[in-house]
């Protein structure tokens, strides 16, 4: 299985903001969407950061009730780490795993194509190992 397998049914819609936004929006979005990361792009739609659930949690502890007079640009992670559709979900599980981060936006050729999460990856595993399991049974009940 591949990331473009995940892609295929979640399709291409990647949330984003830009940096100079209130920290507000970045909470109404990840709300109101029902996500743990939204994506940060520039003017040119070129990826700018990510801010997830945990930035904002770091941020309250080092902002305090100042955190509303903040932006985007104040907690997101600039640094971020991509993925093609090509790569395999095994070699995703095991970055995020090991880089301990939950969302990896799709870049294909220079642009972007979409946004995987943990929960995406994990969904695709049990449906892989689900369906081993059921074609094991079959055969043994052969
Ligand atoms: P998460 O586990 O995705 O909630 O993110 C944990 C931390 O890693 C946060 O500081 C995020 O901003 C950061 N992060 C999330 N996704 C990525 C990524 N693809 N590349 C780099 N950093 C990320």
């Known amino acids: 299985m591949y990331v473009s397998d995940i892609l295929k ?5 990647v949330l984003s903001l830009t940096a100079d936004e209130p ?14 990361a939204v994506l940060v792009v520039d003017a040119k739609g070129g990826i700018a950061g990510i801010v997830s659930e945990r930035d904002l949690v770091r941020a309250m502890h080092k902002f305090g009730k100042d955190l509303f007079d903040r932006r985007v640009s104040d907690l997101m992670t600039t ?3 991509t993925c093609s559709p090509k790569d395999p979900l095994a070699a ?5 795993t090991s880089q301990r981060f939950r969302h990896v ?13 943990i929960g995406d990856v994990v969904k695709n595993r049990i449906e892989e190992a689900q369906f081993e399991v059921d074609a094991l049974r079959r055969y043994i009940a052969l």
């Open 9 to 13: 049914f979640k399709g291409d819609k």
């Open 79 to 81: 640094t971020v780490v």
């Open 92 to 96: 995703i599980m095991g970055m995020m």
């Open 23 to 36: 920290i507000s929006a970045a909470i109404a979005m990840l709300t109101t969407n029902r996500i743990g």
């Open 105 to 117: 936006p799709v870049v294909d050729e220079g642009k972007l194509v979409g946004m995987i999460s």
